[in-house]
């Protein structure tokens, strides 16, 4: 069993910057790691992806603004989100795929998931 724990999400102001975090139960090198946002009534979008050996990969709708990295003695995951908009408003979702260091951007294709946090942004 692997727990995700996020941290780290917050109110921000329009064009400003955030960092949340995700600490992992177990060791992350050889997991694919993902971030995901819902809103309500919505399905989890992915925000980006970090497979096995550390390459990031991120939908085109979200490159440019986010950054996703990992820190393995830590076992945590970071996702830092620059220029934010209010259409970034969402719960961001910490997850991990344990079965095979592969990256889909599909939220089906992952094992475990945090509770996420609470990413508000205002005009």
């Known amino acids: 069993q692997v727990h995700l724990v996020e941290s780290g999400g917050g109110s921000v102001q329009a064009g400003g910057s955030l960092r949340v975090s995700c600490k992992a139960s177990g060791y992350m090198y050889g997991w694919c790691m993902a971030w995901f946002r819902q809103t309500p009534g919505q399905g989890r979008e992915a925000v980006a992806t970090m497979d096995g050996p550390g390459n990031a990969n991120y939908p085109d709708s979200m490159k440019g603004r986010f950054t996703i990295s990992r820190d393995l003695v830590k076992s945590e995951l970071y996702l830092q989100m620059d220029n934010l908009t209010l259409g970034d408003n969402a719960v961001y979702l910490c997850?991990?795929?344990?079965?095979?260091?592969?990256?889909?951007?599909?939220?089906?294709?992952?094992?475990?998931w945090g509770q996420g946090t609470q990413v508000t942004v205002s005009p």
């Open positions: 997850a991990a795929k344990v079965t095979s260091p592969q990256c889909f951007f599909s939220a089906v294709s992952f094992n475990y």
